[in-house]
């Protein structure tokens, strides 16, 4: 998908809710929660908010919802708790917040979103819990994030990081991802998510990316920063993901990734079996939402 022509929209959005394979009484839930996540972060927008507000909003929904690998309904490690990550970066002042294996807090991207003007760019575990809870986020038990889903079965729903670019009225790009993690995974694991130039990266001069996948391999092979390098190198936004995604052949995995041009031209690409994206600007006249990229909506 890209978004091509036109003139520059004075906002635009896009979310995914994970590159992964959906199963068929899936698909509508992926669909709507991708759709309401987009509304709440056009709401931010069309009111004049930033994109990081934008962002944060949007992101929030997606943590609320547990057809997501995100906040609530999040994979258990091998101790059969939730660990979560996110990060949010502000492409006009490069400020990024971002916490790693996070437990019993509701919205670990409000927590990044909290640490945006704050000097460290992350914060793991415990450290990260005691900064929500000084800054205001809601905390809870850790086991209160674990859906009654997960609760019943222990399934395995390994890529679906959750993720999101915004672009405000004001030419300002944010990007930001949140995950519940791999399912079984080892206690205190941190992949790509977090990490700037990882899973997620925003310069509102180029352009934003969110990624999801095989978190350590994404992290190998710092695919946002390709992608970022390949869209100041003039490529366009779904061209710069799939660029990327040919070099993770090089380490193996699968992914998916949202981009945003500086201009609003949007895109997206992947290499696993769905990729739920929905995407909208001020240009169009309503939001669209696929399950894969060559899906016609």
């Known amino acids: 998908m890209s978004r091509d022509g036109g003139a520059r929209p004075g906002w635009a959005i896009i979310v995914h809710g994970g590159a992964k394979e959906i199963e068929p009484d899936k698909e509508e839930a992926n669909r709507q929660g991708c759709l309401a996540a987009l509304a709440a972060g056009q709401t931010v927008l069309e009111q004049g908010g930033g994109a990081h507000e934008a962002v944060e909003a949007a992101t929030r929904v997606l943590e609320d919802d547990p057809t997501f690998n995100a906040g609530f309904g999040s994979d258990l490690n091998t101790d059969g708790v939730v660990e979560m990550c996110a990060g949010l970066m502000d492409g006009s002042t490069y400020d990024i917040g971002s916490v790693a294996a996070i437990k019993g807090v509701r919205n670990p991207i409000s927590v990044a979103q909290a640490m945006l003007r704050e000097q460290p760019i992350l914060l793991t575990a415990e450290g990260a819990r005691r900064f ?143 990729f739920a994206v929905a995407w909208i600007s001020d240009g169009m006249n309503g939001p669209r939402v696929q399950l894969r990229q060559d899906e016609n909506s």
């Open 132 to 274: 929500a809870g000084e800054h205001g986020a809601e905390l809870c038990a850790p086991n209160a994030l674990i859906s009654p889903e997960k609760r019943a079965s222990r399934m395995k729903e390994d890529h679906d990081t959750v993720g999101c670019v915004a672009l405000d009225q004001s030419g300002r790009i944010a990007a930001g991802t949140s995950t519940g993690g791999l399912e079984g995974t080892h206690p205190g694991r941190v992949g790509d998510s977090p990490l700037p130039g990882c899973g997620y990266y925003a310069d509102s001069s180029i352009g934003g990316i969110a990624f999801s996948g095989d978190g350590e391999n994404i992290a190998r092979a710092m695919l946002a920063a390709r992608v970022i390098q390949a869209l100041e190198a003039g490529r366009s936004p779904e061209d710069a993901v799939r660029a990327s995604l040919d070099h993770l052949h090089k380490v193996g995995g699968e992914a998916g990734g949202i981009a945003m041009g500086s201009e609003g031209r949007m895109g997206f690409a992947h290499n696993s079996p769905h």
